[in-house]
């Protein structure tokens, strides 16, 4: 029944504009299938392969990059999407494209680039990757030679924006500050406003909803995975006492501030109660595929609450567009957010980590200030191309900066040995 949902129809020519018109294509292949296809062959894409997720690349040959969590992503979302009844090409590219935009190091290395840009409307992973499927991946060119990065279809670059908003127009959160998340640069707004066009102000689309909701899912349940496997966590520790209230901490900081203890302590139980949940793992191959039924079994926990509570809310057997809303249970939410509690707690917040994280942040603000001193010096091809063009110090400095996120974990280290002369002591 699920395959009934469904249908190319749901999806207008419009849906199906390039912002650089492109003649006919055979038509063995839809749009869709073709965005996805230009996604998948990107070298934005390859780069992933050696950026860390939560642990570095190099630190073992089990623990996820950012390329196999973005794989495992798009199989989550384009599942979950075609039963709710988007194409489930358009989910996928979105879920391939999501995290297009994250620089060396993770998060971490997010925080160092958005100190560097700081005068010129900071860095955001998000708004970066909407640069890099619209400007900075090379593909496709306007009639006057400008960059139109891989030109997807609006439906598909819709898709991709996780926060459908510049970072003025970012909403306020619940203490009254403004979200730090936006989907756009300031100089990307033109292309960012004709994918919106007509668009409900500030609503994602139903299948970045989607493409979110997959992140979500499959970055809680992995992180854990890998932080079990790596030695970092045995999920019987939380039993403790104190470790179980560090957990709980962590997650309100992070992720439910608005929450209660004791319904995050109430979340953590209903997951501990899970059959098949492993407390403890001795990295014999039984308990390793203990681990995986568990991760395998929560993934599919989390997508049918959403499933069944989507469609408990609409009638409606294509969810399209703006059709609607994905549907997630509170305790669903909770339960999400207690996994990523459990990795924050065992893993990005070990004190062991903090001289790691803070090197990294100096490497890559090194890296930023050098690049800009010297010009084209040190620049890659293209973006040395980008500098000669560029109006003004603000421009150079986003081009700058442009070059150090595309950089893979290793890159980054390679350049700034070459740079500096030594070998940073990181990994």
């Not at 794989?71 to 979302?77: H, S």
């Not at 400008?146 to 127009?169: Q, V």
């Not at 049918?304 to 549907?327: I, K, N, P, W």
Request: charged share 25%; net charge negative.
């Amino acid at each position: 029944m699920a395959e009934l949902f469904w249908h190319a129809d749901h999806y207008s020519p419009r849906d199906k504009e390039r912002w650089r018109p492109e003649p006919p294509k055979s038509a063995y292949r839809t749009d869709f299938e073709r965005d996805r296809a230009r996604v998948l062959h990107s070298s934005a894409l390859r780069r992933l392969g050696a950026k860390t997720q939560v642990l570095a690349p190099v630190t073992d040959d089990f623990i996820r990059t950012r390329l196999t969590h973005s794989l495992e992503v798009a199989q989550v979302g384009r599942e979950l999407g075609r039963v709710l009844g988007c194409d489930p090409d358009i989910v996928d590219a979105a879920c391939l494209s999501h995290d297009l935009g994250h620089p060396p190091f993770g998060h971490n290395g997010e925080k160092a680039l958005h100190e560097a840009a700081a005068g010129i409307g900071g860095f955001e992973g998000n708004a970066q990757t909407l640069r890099i499927l619209t400007r900075l991946e090379p593909k496709v060119l306007h009639d006057d030679g400008r960059p139109a990065g891989l030109n997807l279809t609006r439906a598909s670059l819709d898709a991709a924006c996780k926060y459908p908003w510049a970072a003025a127009d970012a909403p306020l959160k619940p203490n009254g500050l403004r979200s730090s998340k936006f989907g756009a640069y300031d100089d990307d707004l033109p292309v960012f406003s004709w994918i919106r066009r007509g668009a409900p102000e500030g609503r994602a689309c139903m299948e970045a909803q989607v493409m979110d909701l997959s992140d979500d899912i499959s970055y809680s349940v992995h992180d854990v995975e890998d932080a079990i496997v790596g030695g970092h966590l045995q999920l019987k520790w939380v039993e403790n006492v104190d470790q179980r209230a560090r957990v709980i901490g962590y997650t309100r900081e992070w992720y439910l501030p608005e929450t209660s203890p004791a319904d995050v302590d109430a979340a953590l139980a209903r997951l501990e109660m899970t059959p098949g949940w492993v407390r403890e793992s001795s990295g014999s191959r039984a308990d390793m595929a203990r681990i995986k039924n568990m991760t395998s079994g929560l993934i599919g926990r989390f997508a049918s609450a959403a499933f069944e509570a989507t469609r408990a809310t609409y009638d409606a057997a294509a969810l399209t567009r703006y059709a609607g809303s994905v549907v997630v249970p509170e305790e669903t939410w909770l339960e999400i957010a207690v996994l990523k509690g459990l990795a924050t707690t065992f893993v990005m917040e070990s004190d062991m980590r903090q001289p790691l994280y803070a090197r990294q942040r100096e490497i890559l603000l090194e890296l930023v200030d050098e690049l800009n001193r010297t010009g084209e010096k040190w620049l890659e091809p293209m973006f040395a191309g980008d500098l000669a063009e560029a109006a003004g110090d603000a421009e150079r400095l986003r081009i700058v900066v442009d070059q150090v996120a595309s950089l893979t974990d290793r890159s980054a280290l390679d350049l700034y040995e070459r740079i500096f002369g030594g070998t940073p002591s990181l990994l």
